[in-house]
């Protein structure tokens, strides 16, 4: 095995996309952080391709050797990023000129705010959606999801932003939010 996907290369990857700015950077070091955490169990002959991992499998292991530092939903949004680093990942081996990373929403949801949770994995991936009207054109291709820390336990999430976003849909969007602050 070249090493071509491996543990580390799945690794360097995620970098990758967060430095040549094909996924947001908080979101790669989301899913990398998971990979890490994750994949950090197998051993060396496991970890030469993890393009091939039973991920249902793995988190059985992972549970029984980590689970009690993670609540059951924490686990769950693990899995996501792994599932989701993995996918981009052989997507981007099998033809890297064709490569576009997966977004986590069809783009037909907005997430509102998220309640405050316990963790930094809950609090960063907890959030409310619901359809909106159809347009008559898809929409542009967007970030999966940017979370935002504003507290040590909230984390919001922004979804659905197109990567060609202007200056003044910028500006429109912190006009809700900002209109949306408290002033007690």
Same mark, same amino acid.
């Given at each position: 095995?070249?090493?071509?996907?491996?543990?580390? *290369?799945?690794?360097?990857?995620?970098?990758?996309?967060?430095?040549?700015?094909?996924?947001?950077?908080?979101?790669?070091?989301?899913?990398?952080?998971?990979?890490?955490?994750?994949?950090?169990?197998?051993?060396?002959?496991?970890?030469?391709?993890?393009?091939?991992?039973?991920?249902?499998?793995?988190? !059985?292991?992972?549970? =029984?050797?980590?689970?009690?530092?993670?609540?059951?939903?924490?686990?769950?949004?693990?899995?996501?990023?792994?599932?989701?680093?993995?996918?981009?990942?052989?997507?981007?081996?099998?033809?890297?000129?064709?490569?576009?990373?997966? !977004?986590?929403?069809?783009?037909?949801? #907005?997430?509102?705010?998220?309640? #405050?949770?316990?963790?930094?994995?809950? *609090? *960063?991936?907890?959030?409310?959606?619901?359809?909106?009207?159809? !347009?008559?054109?898809?929409?542009?291709?967007?970030?999966?999801?940017?979370?935002?820390?504003?507290?040590?336990?909230? #984390? #919001?999430?922004?979804?659905?932003?197109?990567?060609?976003?202007?200056?003044?849909?910028? =500006?429109?969007?912190?006009?809700?939010?900002?209109?949306?602050?408290?002033?007690?």
């Amino acid at each position: 095995m070249d090493g071509k996907r491996s543990r580390e *290369a799945l690794l360097e990857f995620l970098d990758y996309l967060a430095k040549k700015g094909l996924m947001n950077k908080a979101t790669a070091s989301a899913r990398k952080a998971a990979a890490n955490s994750v994949l950090s169990i197998l051993d060396g002959n496991e970890a030469e391709d993890v393009t091939i991992i039973d991920i249902d499998q793995l988190f !059985v292991r992972y549970a =029984n050797l980590a689970g009690s530092k993670y609540k059951p939903e924490s686990l769950n949004v693990y899995r996501g990023r792994l599932k989701a680093a993995i996918e981009d990942f052989k997507n981007y081996q099998n033809n890297p000129m064709t490569f576009r990373p997966s !977004v986590q929403s069809s783009g037909r949801k #907005v997430t509102e705010r998220p309640r #405050v949770g316990q963790g930094e994995i809950d *609090a *960063a991936d907890r959030s409310v959606s619901r359809p909106i009207a159809s !347009v008559s054109s898809p929409p542009p291709a967007s970030v999966s999801i940017l979370p935002i820390p504003i507290r040590p336990e909230l #984390v #919001v999430q922004i979804q659905g932003l197109p990567y060609d976003l202007t200056p003044a849909e910028a =500006n429109k969007i912190a006009n809700v939010i900002r209109a949306m602050a408290s002033t007690e």
